[in-house]
């Protein structure tokens, strides 16, 4: 039995519309949404997509808000930005 959809792959559906470069990113984005990505908290390869930019950890359970379609990490806090923030006692600077 050969596969349908060798080319486009889950983009089928759209058939010969919306253009060949808009085709491959929407394939481009499923394929990556069904990947698992690395939970912030305990590090494990469980993070699912659970809605649009809701994503859960199979494992710690956490949900996290982020991309609409990929999880992308909070960024790191920086120490200029810890700096920032922290407060000085009076007196002693
Ligand atoms: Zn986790």
New binding site residues.
């Given amino acids: 039995m050969s596969k349908r959809t060798k080319k486009v792959g889950n983009t089928g559906w759209m058939g010969p519309r919306y253009g060949i470069r808009i085709r491959r990113r929407v394939l481009e984005l499923d394929r990556a949404r069904a990947r698992a990505a690395a ?6 390869i ?2 699912h997509r659970v809605a649009s930019g809701v994503f859960e ?6 949900r996290y808000a982020s991309g609409a379609y990929l999880f992308t990490p909070p960024p790191p806090i920086t120490r200029s930005e810890k700096d920032a923030t922290t407060v000085v006692a009076p007196g002693k600077a």
């Fill in positions: 939970c912030p908290r305990c590090s494990t469980t993070l950890c199979r494992r710690c359970g956490v």
